[in-house]
């Protein structure tokens, strides 16, 4: 690699901007072979004699035996401890001991000697173990702490719901058959979320809370505002249409979505690291709207059949499970949608404070589903509600390839500020910046047996240009900063060992 040119001055810009770093010399150029010690003799070596004892300007004992020395080949003397029964230098001086010559020096080599592979081997397993360990991030760990809460969360909506449901006189066996039918579309959109979300992949346990956050906090939510809001609405008018219809075209949008996006909010300063932009805001948001329509689902299939038993469950399911089944998640990825631009765009706060706007685009989209129910509730109603998904759902779908190649674009463009640097080559940047260059490269390591640091090294460039966006946005804090660094850092690593295996 050549050396890339010296940095350039910083910009007279706001101190928020934080320039682009030069990698270290000793980064920027591919790594060599390691000269292996005793390839050749300092100039004033003294021989090495083969006595107990060092050479002179030799170290004595220290730590594990090894220290540097001054004239000793590759700079390195490692001391050898020499049991005493066959130390000469300690033998008394008489006429029958003493030594007929001086002292036999070792001899050494007429040329450098090639490195055996287990010398290569030894050195590649010290270099390992003296690589820094990270550890869990931060995020990481709040992350699965608010799992498992909301976990427990859901453990206990569910157990209020089986019991209010069996209270009522009903099968428990078709409570069991109703959560069954309702977990299927909550995993066809997971489907749809794991293949928008493999460009730039986000935490385990941060996808996990935003299910379980739809599923438990916003149902949960929603279930008791809702039905307060309608037995009021019951009361003021005396009328159960009327109830209804508040209940549904009123309280549910604004209090459903509410719900769910604050759920958006807490992802987006848990997991701020990762929640870089909008197919991020989309995939946090789909989760939490399919979470949240299994809970509401089973509620909508146990009234169904109480009220028309099987025929009832397979109209609802028809309605909520299929027509309807990307609903909740659309809703939600829109207000993730908008806040993942402005934090891309303005960074943190308005990030987190658009939340208060960004919901309006769901609420809509939301009421305008539920009254369509009230509008059109025969065979034909039901009918152009189906037109109507299908023309929405495949907008959504269009939207999530739109901001998979988008993110791919930032991609590229933010590893070329840092290939220009020198951290990486262009063709480097092509590779792991377009998905034919990933492919090439996951082929190519793969006939090395590299491919698991090959994934590594896509992964974690990817979040290195995410993490570079993060600071042109909010500026240069010493958290993104010193994420940053750990990356480069890694990104050197990664780089190495590809080399090294090629």
């Given at each position: 690699m050549t050396h890339p040119p010296s940095a350039p001055q910083p910009p007279q810009q706001p101190p928020q901007r934080r320039p682009l770093q030069p990698p270290p010399r000793e980064q920027q150029q591919a790594p060599g072979r390691q000269q292996a010690p005793g390839r050749q003799q300092g100039p004033g070596q003294q021989p090495f004699t083969g006595?107990?004892?060092?050479?002179q300007g030799g170290p004595g004992p220290q730590g594990q035996g090894q220290s540097q020395s001054q004239g000793q080949?590759?700079?390195?003397?490692?001391?050898?401890?020499?049991?005493?029964?066959?130390?000469?230098?300690?033998r008394p001086a008489g006429p029958l001991t003493r030594a007929r010559f001086a002292p036999a020096p070792v001899q050494r080599p007429q040329q450098a000697q090639p490195d055996s592979?287990?010398?290569t081997q030894t050195r590649r397993i010290q270099e390992v173990q003296q690589q820094p360990k990270a550890g869990m991030p931060l995020p990481i760990v709040l992350g699965w702490i608010l799992a498992v809460?909301?976990?427990?969360?859901?453990?206990?909506?569910?157990?209020?719901l089986f019991l209010l449901y069996v209270l009522e006189g009903s099968s428990p066996g078709a409570w069991v058959l109703e959560a069954v039918l309702a977990s299927f579309s909550?995993?066809?959109?997971?489907?749809?979320i794991v293949l928008a979300d493999r460009w730039d992949p986000q935490p385990i346990p941060l996808l996990i809370s935003a299910v379980l956050w739809g599923a438990a906090a916003a149902a949960g939510t929603a279930y008791v505002v809702n039905t307060g809001v309608s037995i009021l609405a019951y009361q003021v008018t005396g009328d159960e249409g009327a109830a209804s219809f508040v209940g549904a075209v009123i309280s549910a949008p604004f209090t459903e979505e509410?719900?769910?996006g604050l759920g958006l909010v807490v992802l987006f300063l848990v997991g701020r690291r990762y929640f870089n932009g909008p197919l991020d805001g989309l995939v946090y948001g789909a989760l939490i709207g399919g979470g949240f329509a299994f809970t509401e689902n089973i509620t909508y299939y146990g009234t169904a059949w109480d009220h028309g038993a099987a025929s009832g469950v397979a109209v609802s399911v028809v309605i909520r499970g299929i027509i309807g089944i990307f609903g909740h998640a659309i809703y939600t990825s829109l207000t993730g949608v908008i806040m993942g631009l402005v934090a891309r765009k303005w960074g943190t706060v308005p990030g987190a404070l658009v939340y208060f706007v960004a919901t309006w685009p769901g609420m809509f989209l939301h009421c305008m589903w539920n009254l369509s129910s009230f509008l059109f509730p025969g065979l034909g109603g039901l009918i152009v509600m189906l037109l109507l998904e299908f023309a929405l759902s495949a907008l959504w779908l269009a939207l999530i390839a739109v901001l998979v190649w988008d993110e791919s674009r930032l991609t590229r463009v933010r590893l070329g500020?840092?290939?220009?640097?020198?951290?990486?080559?262009?063709?480097?940047?092509?590779?792991?910046g377009t998905w034919k260059g990933r492919r090439e490269g996951r082929s190519w390591a793969r006939t090395m047996g590299a491919l698991p640091v090959m994934k590594r090294f896509i992964r974690e460039s990817a979040e290195l240009a995410s993490t570079r966006q993060r600071l042109l946005a909010d500026?240069?804090?010493?958290?993104?900063?010193?994420?940053?660094?750990?990356?480069?850092?890694?990104?050197?690593?990664?780089?190495r060992e590809l080399l090294s295996r090629a």
């Open positions: 006595h107990g004892s060092a050479p080949p590759g700079g390195q003397y490692v001391h050898y401890e020499l049991p005493r029964l066959y130390d000469t230098s300690s592979a287990w010398a809460l909301l976990g427990l969360g859901l453990l206990v909506l569910l157990t209020l909550l995993v066809v959109i997971i489907g749809v509410s719900a769910k500020e840092y290939a220009n640097l020198g951290w990486l080559t262009h063709e480097e940047v092509t590779m792991l500026g240069a804090s010493p958290k993104a900063t010193a994420h940053e660094r750990e990356l480069l850092d890694r990104l050197t690593v990664n780089r």
